[in-house]
């Protein structure tokens, strides 16, 4: 890709324009919140309109800029589908669990509500620990991604983006709280949106043939029934997204947030359908672009397609883009994390209770936004980070999710479950290079294994993580009903 870059200014020009226009949103909207629940969930009136904005919004980060297209330049179609049916599949299931969960808990505002009356506090402590810190993993993504993606069009530091990106969100998100960003998100949807449909037209009018048969004539592999990483990256995708975007504290605060369930199922089928759509749109520029030049660097597949001459309209556009679709993940991941210890501050000190618990939660975000200043303004690879934290909601997800229906699952089986389930998923976790993990090249040679295993021990470890608690629970059951 060519060297393109605009200069610091007008990139801190268009940064500040961009994040002024949200604060001052922000502020022309701003109503003083009457407790604690309406800074959590807002007014529980949302629209179809509001909710499906900002249900699509706040899933779709700026990690669709590098994630999906870098995955397809080697895991296929398969993980461009798996990437985008993930995506889309927690808003699926929330169809059927949201509106059983709104009936039986009508004032619930977290997830971890209903864990805590289900499982009791034992089980709550570990999944608020497992949610706080995918959540934290997220928001030092989203601010790294935005950071790197300026640095490669402007040469703009990585500490000033990650800093001014961070006070921008939490100039307006502190002070409003959820009602806040659910009005911001119409705004940044309809922004990321317009800009993902003038990529499209963009990217497929210059070609000179279609995409299809581009794709087919220089990278068949990518799009053949028999390209094994088609199935494995794809499943990977699919469970590693969709176990952990279940736990997202963001999507349970617009669960509890809509008018009604007619509202909330409405919402979940267009964002899901939105989303799916958009991620997919992004993996196939991967296809494409690997196509026209084989030595890409994955990360930047999508860039490649776009920067192909020097328009300043497009790199301002793919500026604001990138802006947007950080600002509105950002201002969700950040009220996310103040809510959850608005609910559960007592759980996790003492001190974290009274009436002024806001004020103390937002003192909490600010120490946050510091570490996660620090660990993006040095441009750190998080991506195991993030890779871990998925593996921790594949152990928890069966256990926890199937025992809100399942009664016979109790505390003690619940811990088990989980246990047996992350340390059987940690045995194949792959190491930092991905060649080996703890079980295989540590406890057991490599040689030991087949090479179908030592290429796909991230895939293994994930279904792992997930069949073993299943197994646990199914084993129970089975045991209980023959007695």
């Known amino acids: 890709m060519k060297n393109i870059y605009l200069s610091t200014q007008t990139t801190l020009i268009i940064i500040l324009t961009v994040g002024a226009f949200f604060i001052a949103l922000g502020y022309l909207n701003l109503k003083k919140n009457s407790d604690n629940k309406s800074y959590i969930i807002g007014d529980q009136n949302e629209s179809i309109f509001s909710l499906t904005t900002s249900l699509s919004a706040s899933a779709l980060g700026a990690w669709i800029l590098f994630g999906p297209a870098s995955a397809a330049t080697w895991g296929g179609i398969g993980a461009v589908i798996g990437y985008a049916i993930g995506t889309a599949a927690p808003m699926l299931f929330l169809l059927n669990f949201g509106p059983k969960i709104r009936k039986e808990f009508p004032n619930g505002m977290s997830l971890t509500q209903l864990v805590k009356r289900r499982f009791g506090n034992r089980i709550l402590k570990i999944i608020l620990i497992l949610i706080l810190f995918y959540l934290t993993i997220f928001l030092i993504a989203e601010v790294t991604a935005i950071a790197f993606l300026l640095n490669l069009i402007s040469n703009t530091p990585l500490w000033i983006t990650s800093g001014l990106t961070l006070i921008m969100c939490l100039l307006y998100i502190l002070r409003g709280g959820f009602k806040l960003s659910i009005i ?13 449909l003038f990529s499209i037209f ?12 581009l794709i087919k004539k220089n990278s068949a592999q990518l799009i053949s029934k028999n390209y094994v990483p088609n199935y494995t990256a794809g499943l990977t995708f699919f469970i590693a997204v969709a176990a952990t975007n279940l736990f997202h504290q963001g999507n349970w605060q617009r669960v509890f947030a809509a008018k009604n369930n007619f509202v909330l199922k409405k919402s979940l089928i267009y964002s899901s359908i939105i989303s799916f759509l958009i991620v997919l749109w992004m993996g196939y520029t991967g296809l494409i672009s690997f196509s026209i030049n084989p030595k890409i660097k994955p990360d930047l597949a999508f860039f490649e397609l776009l920067l192909l001459d020097d328009n300043i309209l497009i790199i301002v556009s793919i500026l604001i883009l990138a802006l947007a679709l950080t600002l509105s993940t950002i201002d969700t991941l950040i009220n996310a994390i103040s809510s959850l210890i ?19 939660s937002n003192k909490l975000i600010l120490l946050l936004c510091v570490i996660v200043f620090v660990f993006a303004s040095r441009g750190y690879s998080i991506l195991y980070l993030f890779l871990f934290a998925d593996l921790l909601c594949c152990a928890a997800v069966v256990t926890i999710f199937y025992g809100f229906f399942n009664k016979k699952i109790n505390t003690k089986l619940s811990l088990v479950s989980i246990f047996f389930g992350l340390s059987s998923g940690l045995l194949f976790f792959p190491s930092q290079n991905f060649q080996s993990s703890l079980l295989v090249g540590n406890i057991i040679s490599v040689e030991n294994f087949s090479p179908i295993i030592l290429s796909n021990l991230l895939f293994i470890s994930f279904i792992v993580a997930i069949i073993v608690p299943l197994i646990i629970i199914t084993t129970y059951s089975l045991r209980n009903s023959l007695r």
């Not at 911001?184 to 993902?196: A, E, N």
């Open 342 to 360: 608005i609910i559960n501050g007592k759980k996790i000190n003492k001190l974290l209770g009274g009436r002024d618990i806001i004020d103390k």
């Open 184 to 196: 911001t998100d119409k705004y940044q949807f309809i922004i990321v949106l317009s800009i993902i």
């Open 202 to 213: 963009l990217i497929l009018g210059n070609l000179e043939i279609s995409s299809y048969d």
